[in-house]
């Protein structure tokens, strides 16, 4: 019977202690990685020089946090204890530095591993060091860790992100833990307790809906990436979010297209990371990153992930249920060409049965605020009347 009790003891203080760190990313995390536009050519030049842009161009008060180093910060080996290193050719004052640095602009710092033997670039990988490694970030003061999934053959998923979960808790520093499986092992259905956010498909590129292959793998424009994934946004909530991939506003892409990917990721209520070179960027994209309206839509703090409502002449028309019986919804022009939105909201029955929500224009009659113009369109009396670009968007809040 003794014995008995000690294994129940046993059994719940491993649970207590096997969790994720709670209170963090209770909105969806914002911030910025390196690796969309630097890949592995990064440096700690280049961060500092991030980090002042964040200041600089109102993109921390807009509520960007977090600056995060993808891949290649790192020697290709492990020093003699078995600690990683960062390498001392791009990061010469060490990464505790960097992160001090980071953190007295006001700034959070993160940095990148994976769950396998080596990472995607073929650097040292956490895969039997993940205490050591985890006790490491602990020491340089690191407060996100994004953990990848390259070189895992056998590997289960969810135990490993798990192991490293449990690594991040035992180091005692709070660290958002950010999943990168690529939805293959479909983590909305299991990794609530285990991160904060996972992403949900392979890596984003910066075009409207093209696919582009590398052999083994494709990387999906942006459209490609929203369409990849149904059924999944129930999954999505305060602490735990489906991530659409780093941010390609600002790469390439035009304008009105850049608004458009950026209107659904507030949406989706996806991690907002910027992925562009804030060092030469158009003020243009910084109007578009640094909307606070839209990033309002976000950060919302109910945390539903919106969801496609209608296709109706091309125009795709997606709705996020908000606080105070508010909504924010997108009409994305999808045409190649400019076309008149005319949307009767008297014609559509507009609700969320996953969170009980109606949207009743007959019982309500709600304010129209146009939000990446910042003016007042009217109500929901009459019909919603708008010109919009080719590829471009209409994002509105409804208001009561
Ligand atoms: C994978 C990830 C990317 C990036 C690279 C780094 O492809 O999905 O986001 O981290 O690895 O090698």
């Given at each position: 019977m003794k014995n008995f009790f000690l294994i129940v003891l046993l059994i719940v203080s491993v649970k207590v202690s096997a969790q994720k760190f709670e209170g963090l990313a209770l909105t969806p995390p914002m911030g910025w990685n390196s690796?969309?536009?630097?890949g592995t050519d990064i440096n700690e030049a280049l961060v500092k020089d991030i980090a002042n842009k964040f200041i600089e161009l109102g993109l921390k008060d807009a509520g960007y946090e977090y600056i995060v180093l993808d891949d290649?910060?790192?020697?290709?080996e492990r020093d003699v204890e078995g600690n990683l290193v960062a390498d001392p050719k791009k990061f010469p004052s060490g990464m505790k530095a960097l992160a001090d640095y980071v953190h007295s602009k006001g700034l959070k710092f993160g940095l990148y591993n994976c769950?396998?033997?080596?990472?995607?670039?073929?650097y040292p990988g956490s895969r039997g060091s993940e205490y050591q490694d985890a006790r490491l970030y602990a020491s340089w003061g690191v407060d996100f860790l994004k953990y990848d999934w390259c070189?895992?053959?056998?590997?289960?998923a969810e135990s490993a992100y798990i192991t490293m979960r449990d690594a991040i808790k035992t180091a005692k520093r709070p660290m958002v833990f950010s999943i990168c499986e690529w939805g293959d092992n479909e983590p909305?259905?299991?990794?609530e307790n285990v991160g904060h956010a996972w992403r949900v498909t392979g890596d984003i590129i910066n075009c409207w809906d093209c696919e582009v292959g590398h052999g083994t793998w494709s990387s999906s424009g942006i459209w490609k990436i929203i369409n990849?994934?149904?059924?999944?946004?129930?999954?999505?909530g305060p602490g735990h979010w489906n991530d659409y991939d780093m941010m390609e506003v600002g790469?390439?892409?035009?304008d009105a297209e850049d608004r458009s990917h950026f209107a659904m990721w507030c949406i989706l209520a996806s991690p907002l990371i910027m992925g562009n070179?804030?060092?030469?960027?158009s003020s243009e994209t910084i109007k578009t990153l640094a909307n606070k309206e839209i990033v309002a839509v976000n950060q919302d703090k109910l945390g539903i992930q919106g969801f496609r409502f209608i296709n109706e002449n091309n125009i795709e028309v997606w709705i996020k249920p908000l606080e105070n019986d508010e909504w924010a919804m997108t009409f994305i022009n999808m045409n190649d060409k400019q076309i008149s939105l005319d949307f009767d909201w008297k014609k559509h029955e507009i609700g969320d049965n996953l969170n009980n929500r109606i949207l009743n224009v007959n019982n309500q009659n709600f304010k129209i605020r146009d939000l990446f113009n910042h003016q007042n369109l009217g109500n929901t009396a009459t019909s919603l009347k708008s010109e919009i670009g080719a590829h471009d968007v209409l994002m509105i809040r409804l208001l009561k």
């Open positions: 690796w969309n536009t630097f290649g910060w790192m020697s290709k769950a396998g033997e080596k990472t995607c670039a073929g070189n895992t053959e056998k590997i289960n909305w259905t299991w990794a990849m994934r149904k059924e999944i946004r129930k999954a999505a790469n390439g892409m035009t070179d804030l060092r030469i960027t």
